[in-house]
Structure formats: C-alpha cells, structure tokens
Antibody, heavy 119, light 107 residues
Framework: DVKLVESGGGLVKPGGSLKLSCAAS????????MSWVRQTPEKRLEWVAT????????YYPDSVKGRFTISRDNAKNTLYLQMSSLKSEDTAVYYC????????????WGAGTTVTVSS | DIVLTQSPATLSVTPGDSVSLSCRAS??????LHWYQQKSHESPRLLIK???QSISGIPSRFSGSGSGTDFTLSINSVETEDFGMYFC?????????FGGGTKLEIK
C-alpha cells in the first residue's frame, strides 16, 4: 500500500519555527519528486515546496521562499519541511504529496498535519 | 502567477444528474491542468491529469476536457459518493496554483 504519514504539526507563536516530517512507504521513495501542499482554514489549497528525487533541486513560491526549507533523507524514506519565521497566514493543514512524473501534479496525498500559528 | 477561477462556487444537484464544473486560467496553460476531489474530512484525491487523461481507479463517469484557458470536469450521472469539493490545479508554470474550488452538494 502506498502511504504518506505526516507528523510534527502543532501550535507555534508568530516568529517561531517548526519542522514537519513525512514518512513514505509502499513505493521507491528515492525515485520520486515530492512536494508539500497546504490547505488554509478557508479551504484554499496552496503549493508550498517541491524537491527533486535526489534532493538536488528545490522550488518554492515567493510566499515561503527564504523561510521554509524542504529536504529529504532517501535512506530513511522521509521528507521534511523546516519552517521558520512563521506567520499567522501559515496556519493550515500541511499535506505531503508525491509527484509521479516530476511535472507538477500530485497522485498520492497524506492525511495532513495541522500547523497553527498564534500568540 | 497564474490565477485559476472555478465556477460555480456551489452546485446543487440530484443524484443521477450530469454536471459540468468549469476552471478558467488567467493565461494559456496548454493542457497542464489537473482535477482533484476532496470529500469532507479527507485529503484531496487526483481525478484527472493533463486536462483529459484518466487516472487508474477513478470511475469512468468522471471526464475532463479543454485546453488553453478553459477547462471542464464532467460527471456523468452523479452518485451520492461524489458530493464534496473539486479543485483544479495548473502545472504549466511556477508557482503551481490551485483554483478556489467548486462545492458539489445534494439538492
């Protein structure tokens, strides 16, 4: 069974940091581009970050560039998202996703982990 | 950034009806448009890739069409399990963006 399981969400104060993890199983993790997508409380979906299969290439929208860092450990089948300088607008459910061809669509989604940025 | 506008925001239908959901892009995105379904308290699920390509395991009543700026997701004979939110997403140019969604609800 192909599965993605996120963890690490929680309540953090504005300006704080948090690191999310995503454990992958049921497929050859090291062969796939992976991404994080978030869903705001208003139910809007936003792409957050993408990393190539080998980890050499990363991509971010301007809204998180310089504050978020996506990384991966292919030996541990795990994807990460390091978030810093968090803002209230970063409050969302964060989904780990798989991009099957590296061309920007998402065929597998985790259940999500909730990040709340509030004082 | 490419803006995707979905319409209508809400669609109220009776099971058995056939429906069309629209997604319009602010500039041409060729066929780099994908559709997702999200049921209440679940994660999104990929329904259609590249505007019209089917996905394994997705019922054949779901189909997609369009290219350039105008796209349509069609559901032939809606079933009760189809009610929920539908989102389009473009992968033509960074940053990848999503539409605001269409809520399909029971009339």
């Amino acid at each position: 069974d192909v599965k993605l399981v996120e963890s690490g969400g929680g309540l953090v104060k504005p300006g704080g940091s948090l690191k999310l993890s995503c454990a992958a199983s049921g497929f050859t993790f090291s062969s796939y581009t992976m991404s994080w997508v978030r869903q705001t409380p208003e139910k809007r979906l936003e792409w957050v970050a993408t990393i190539s299969s080998g980890g050499s290439y990363t991509y971010y929208p301007d809204s998180v560039k310089g504050r978020f860092t996506i990384s991966r450990d292919n030996a541990k089948n795990t994807l990460y998202l390091q978030m810093s300088s968090l803002k209230s607008e970063d409050t969302a459910v964060y989904y780990c996703t798989r991009d099957p061809t590296g061309t920007g669509y998402f065929d597998v989604w985790g259940a999500g982990t909730t990040v709340t940025v509030s004082s | 950034d490419i803006v995707l506008t979905q319409s209508p925001a809400t669609l109220s239908v009776t099971p058995g009806d056939s429906v069309s959901l629209s997604c319009r892009a602010s500039q041409s995105i060729s066929n780099n448009l994908h559709w997702y379904q999200q049921k209440s308290h679940e994660s999104p699920r990929l329904l259609i890739k590249y505007a019209s390509q089917s996905i394994s395991g997705i019922p054949s009543r779901f189909s997609g069409s369009g290219s350039g700026t105008d796209f349509t997701l069609s559901i032939n004979s809606v079933e009760t399990e189809d009610f929920g939110m539908y989102f389009c997403q473009q992968s033509n140019s960074w940053p990848w963006t999503f539409g605001g969604g269409t809520k399909l609800e029971i009339k």
